[in-house]
């Protein structure tokens, strides 16, 4: 079993910030790779980042030099943090936003590589 658990979504104006964070808890060989969804009404859920099991970051083309990924290992391996630094934001990152794991995963980006998933955090950028 995995639990994750989202946190840190809000309302801001365009231009704002926000910082996301996924606990990622149980089973720990199942959050070798975590990553970040997103999914607007209407639209399909996009791959936002991805740290896989190697430890190699990917961005979509989107959001890349304004948003940051990166994980911490909790003490004794227990848990890990992932966070997404939301930087520069815009009306179209608003969304939902998940967090995803698995053991390992061959493309990052792509929602069916992973089997676990949080409910999501909700991010909303206003004009």
């Known amino acids: 079993q995995v639990q994750l658990v989202e946190s840190g979504g809000g309302s801001v104006s365009v231009g704002g910030s926000l910082t996301l964070s996924c606990t990622a808890s149980?089973?720990?060989?199942?959050?070798?790779?975590l990553a970040w969804f997103r999914q607007a009404p209407g639209k399909e859920r996009e791959g936002v980042a991805a740290?896989?099991?190697?430890?190699?970051?990917?961005?979509?083309?989107s959001v890349k030099g304004r948003f940051i990924i990166s994980k911490e290992l909790g003490e004794g391996f227990a848990t890990a943090t992932l966070r997404l630094q939301l930087d520069n934001l815009k009306p179209e990152d608003s969304a939902m936003y998940s967090c995803?794991?698995?053991?390992?995963?061959?493309?990052?980006?792509?929602?069916?590589?992973?089997?676990?998933w949080g409910r999501g955090t909700q991010v909303t950028v206003s004009t």
């Open positions: 995803a794991s698995d053991k390992w995963v061959q493309y990052p980006l792509r929602e069916e590589q992973y089997s676990y």
């Open positions: 740290i896989d099991h190697l430890g190699d970051i990917t961005y979509a083309d």
């Open positions: 149980g089973d720990r060989d199942k959050w070798f790779a």
